[in-house]
């Protein structure tokens, strides 16, 4: 795989980027790439529940305090890789949860927003030349914030999860031409929790969904993943790919994390001119 | 009666009338001192140009012009860049790339220094500005 950041991004919550990314990271980690997963949600972090198994200390340093220049990155990031039994490195870069913290991340000006993001470049290559990762992702919040676009600016790759929801389809239609095209960033689509039929589908039915989609969005369906019960009521600290690895939802998002894998993220602006013009 | 009634509903108009006057001569007030204020520091010699710059953050750059924007998202990866850097990772010709670091200079997006024979572009850390 070429080394390359992704970013889970929506346009509302609720999507399941979360689940998607935790998820993506341990695939990729059971296949023996090293992996960063970072927490850049930091109104609403999450990470942070779903890994607290598999945390023997406290976390004394967050991802918070890195992009606050108050600590390195190796202090912020925690290889979790042995307490899965996974094959390579997967590193966390947690968000801090207190309340305290949250109401501090929600105030920050305008000129830390432009000091963050450099921060986040900075890490991007201490993650690739210094530490050996192979696959950075970022789990970040819905919409567009502050926080959302700095991952999306600093990523390579954007997946956007999103449902079938005709609003939220509304809001994706906008989000992908004001922000995406507007960074020039590769950009693909993947539609979760989509009606529970859909599993019974074949795969000529669920070409022509996606051809629609693609059609709606001008841009890349990368999948589509069916609703599942169990996942949506699956405990926080449940990690699929480890706990489930012969789950269909698995086996749906197996086939995303390859094509992922061999995505090209150069020549953007150019197809962008192309739909443009068509 | 009626005459009455109407000269009270007059002078209620009037006295809204006179509230909302009294609101915008206040706005206009304060326009006019921010104008002194931005004409002062604009004429002051003296002044610090640092604290003209403004701040190139995520949400700003998507006001740009796409040509512009890939210029300053450059600058977010490479800490300082020459015009023949910037080319190499826009992939655009250097003279067009010196341009458009130029412009964005004189925004006051970035900022520029010579050392030695190379001219240098570069974000200015607002938060540093600020200390």
Redesign the interface.
Known sequence: MRKKVLSIHSSRGGTGKTVIATNLAAIYAIKGLNVALLDLDFRSPSLVDVFSSALKDPVRHWLNDLLDGRCKAEQALTNVSEAYGLKGKLLLGLANPAIEAIRNMIEKS??????A??RL?SLRSRLFDDMDIDCCIIDTSPGIQ?TS??AV??SDVSVVVATLDSLELKGLENMLV??YD???KRTVVLINKVFPETRAWSSDEQKILIGKMEKVLQHPVIGIIPCYCDVLQAKRTSLLAVDKPYHPFLRNLEEVAEKLESIKEENVEEDILCKAKS | MKVELLLAKLVDELNLVNQKLGSLIELNEKMLKTREKFLRVGSDKNHSRTELKL????????SLP?SL??TA?VL??LEKATAEDLARETRRLRPVESAYANQLVRMGYLSKKREGREVYFY?E???E??K
Do not use: C, G, H, Q
């Not at chain 2, 701040?55 to 998507?62: A, C, G, H």
């Open positions: 305008r000129a830390w927003e432009v000091t993001v450099k470049f502050y676009v700095n600016v600093s004001e922000l507007a960074f020039a | 701040e190139p953050d995520v949400m700003s750059l998507l796409p924007r890939k998202m977010y990866k974000i850390s607002p938060m500005i600020r």
